[in-house]
């Protein structure tokens, strides 16, 4: 029903930016909320950031909060994730997540529908 695109990761010193994209086409009325997740090697999918399609609330992970931002442009069906100044520990691959749920809580990876491939960011020291 959605099908979801991510991109913009790529490789960046510490203290660098980078702006993820996610791009969701199909039967985007059905979507609530937009989510970033991300999953370094060896550990589990995380929650990093999720947006309200109608109202755009949000909601952010304490480890990213004041460096990271989630935006969205309903007309283009597009989030966006501004990740500033980033640490090595950031370095994962980051996942766009839809969720149909409709639930005011937006953390949870068992609660989205449906996923994208991801896109790979890395930051030196």
């Known amino acids: 029903q959605v099908q979801l695109v991510e991109s913009g990761g790529g490789l960046v010193q510490a203290g660098g930016s980078l702006r993820l994209s996610c791009a969701a086409s199909?039967?985007?009325?059905?979507?609530?909320?937009m989510g970033w997740f991300r999953q370094a090697p060896g550990k589990e999918r995380e929650f990093v950031a999720a947006?309200?399609?109608?109202?755009?609330?949000?909601n952010y992970a304490d480890s990213v909060k004041g460096r990271f931002t989630i935006s969205r442009d309903n007309a283009k069906n597009t989030v966006y994730l501004q990740m500033n100044s980033l640490k090595p520990e950031d370095t994962a691959a980051y996942y766009c997540?839809?969720?149909?749920?409709?639930?005011?809580?937006?953390?949870?990876?068992?609660?989205?529908?449906?996923w994208g491939r991801g896109t790979q960011v890395t930051v030196s020291s």
């Open positions: 997540a839809a969720d149909r749920g409709y639930s005011q809580y937006l953390g949870g990876v068992d609660q989205y529908d449906w």
């Open positions: 199909g039967g985007t009325f059905l979507i609530d909320a």
């Open positions: 947006i309200k399609r109608i109202g755009g609330s949000t």
